[in-house]
């Protein structure tokens, strides 16, 4: 049975090897490059520390495109695997007809699916880890520097790296192959797998993800280190401030201004026009005035210490459902007709 | 000896609609066993029962003693060529065959290689490029190499062209006769199965219409004509399968296991085809035995001959029969028997149509 799984399968696997070899090109042509940029960098930075930021500025645009096609890249795996292989995987035979000569053969189709789900399900984890593995040896240097959207716990970098996919690619086929049984045809199959894969991409960085792990919640007192941005939008007042998570390659779910009783403010009674922060260029006196009336900045942010746990968690999550779907699966194909 | 094929109120529902219901089959193994019905009779979902790819909605099948497709032992005990004969357009013959060898357990490679090899089929091209014949012969070799106790094929030659008809037919049947195989095969046309089948079941409308051993139902079926006379006043053995009348003449099709001794009928023995019309004609709601069915052709509206025989036999009794029968099913055309007594002055003419 694992021969006719392969000799099935081994064509549709050829492709999407292809594309991951593509992929390993392109991250073997500028990984080396990349790693040297970085040295000179960092060397930069032991030199001299005003060079430092600028010289990693320069580092970090240089590489951002490349980053995210090859995120965009790792992304887009599952996506493939799921539509390619999962959702023709049953459902072609059923418009073919081929299941009843599969299953006229002296194999229950309960093996036959297992066998089926296991080839091709393995092979997709298999694609799932070497992309995400890849890129993330790739990215390294840059991780070692990006803060905000492209730190690697950021909702951007996360899905296409270290171990996720794999829990993407197991969940993506079987979605597949559970749509292509309960639809039997194989483009509305493809269909309706892309449109849940996509809406699970999308929910699990905006409902579940930040949740995985407690995230670490934190009121700071507002300094010049953790000042991001000090404005009026309206005419010079109230101001309002944003400000950066004490740990700068965290991934900041919430930032808000609070008043000295701890509740939440939009904005800060103080004017640009006059008073303390009326001085252009430096926010000092600025600063210490709103320090002076208590406003404190309260912020939710997963730190870069909980990347592994959550890529760990996640990962289990879609395993969890990838799992379900094959239960569902092998229960349903003995009452296919 | 276990039965081939054993059925009891088996019916299979799809949605709303029942494809087959009510059906109870014992049929003695060792038989090569014809199903015969229209288009949409219920044979296929029989047949996939009977292979295990379907299960029932309602009632029990058992085949070779076992029930259908519970695991691999009785998988490999029965073979199964669907319609259509489906193979993978992507393999090539011989990696049909080495499916077969991965896949069963008693997968008798050199006659498959062998019926490949006498059948010309090249082992390198692919099966989406072979001929509806060729593909129908790789098909039935998977089932036969299989080495199956039963090989259960659906309208196998549905797509053939008469000589390839004939060919694969004389295949199958060497094959059974080698490999001491029985053998379960379906057709809408009853031609394809005459020559092969010494047991006949006829389906039509969901529902057997009859079953038995082909030898057995033509020496216990006659035709009986004589003069015009009630059914109702036959003897107890002898059940009605369908009747034709004109004004002076009744023509029945009787079933009886004893002979016919009455001197006012003339006897004629029936052909299959002609025998397997009379059943399928009947209406479903009428019972089994002693219902009257028109398939002779002599319904409402045939020919200046019946509005003749109409008239004449105002008020007899036989009325009540013709209007209880099929108002024109569209089977007239095409029965066995077609009376134009009226137009031939009174002479029935007996016709049967091939």
Known sequence: ?337 | MTALLRTEGLGKRYGRRWALSDCTLDVPAGHVVGLVGPNGAGKTTLLNMAAGQTAPSAGTIRVLGGVPGAGPAQLARVGYVAQQAPTYAGLTVADHLRLGARLNPRWDASLARDRVTRLGLDPRRRAGRLSGGQRAQLALTLGIAKRPELLILDEPVSSLDPLARREFLQALMEAAAEQELSVLLSSHLLSDLERTCDYLIVLADAHVRLAGEVEHLLATHHRLTGPRRDPATLPSGQHVVSASHTDRQTTLVVRTEDPVHDPSWTVASLSLEDLVLAYMARPTSTPSTGGAGDPGGMGRGGGSGGAGGRAGGAGHPLDTLRAAAPDSTGTSGTSGTMNAGGATGGRPVLKVLR
């Open chain 1, 1 to 337: 049975m694992t021969w006719l799984a392969w000799r099935q399968f081994r064509a549709a696997a050829a492709a999407v090897a292809v594309c991951l070899a593509i992929l390993a090109a392109v991250l073997a042509a500028t990984g080396p490059g990349m790693a040297g940029d970085y040295a000179s960098g960092a060397a930069a930075c032991t030199v001299a520390s005003a060079m430092c930021m600028g010289v990693l500025d320069t580092f970090l645009n240089d590489y951002k495109d490349v980053l995210l096609a090859v995120s965009a890249a790792v992304l887009a795996l599952p996506v493939l695997v799921g539509l390619f292989w999962g959702a023709p995987l049953v459902s072609r035979e059923l418009e073919g007809g081929t299941h009843r000569l599969v299953w006229a053969q002296s194999v229950t189709r309960t093996r036959w699916l297992a066998v089926k789900l296991a080839v091709v399900g393995g092979a997709a984890m298999a694609a799932g880890a070497v992309g995400g593995l890849a890129v993330s040896w790739w990215a390294g240097p840059i991780d070692e520097v990006a803060t905000g959207d492209l730190a690697r716990i950021g909702p951007l970098q996360f899905a296409a790296r270290g171990i996720v996919p794999v829990g993407y690619a197991a969940f993506a086929v079987l979605l597949g192959v559970a749509a292509g049984m309960l639809l039997r045809r194989t483009v509305p199959a493809m269909v309706l797998t892309l449109g849940v894969f996509a809406a699970v991409q999308v929910a699990m960085p905006l409902l579940v993800r930040p949740h995985l792990v407690p995230p670490v919640r934190a009121t700071v007192e507002i300094t010049r280190g953790s000042l991001e941005s000090l404005g009026a939008p309206a005419g010079g007042s109230p101001i309002r401030v944003s400000t950066r998570a004490p740990d700068p390659s965290a991934w900041l779910l919430s930032s808000q201004t609070v008043d000295p009783a701890g509740r939440a403010v939009g904005a800060i009674p103080l004017s640009l026009k006059s008073g303390p922060c009326r001085s252009r260029g430096d926010v000092t006196p600025c600063l210490a005035e709103i320090k002076r009336l208590g406003y404190r900045q309260h912020m939710v942010y997963q730190p870069a210490t909980h990347y592994w746990p959550m890529q760990a968690i996640e990962t289990g999550v879609h395993l969890g459902l990838a799992a379900g779907l094959a239960v569902f699966c092998l229960r349903r194909v003995r009452r296919l007709t």
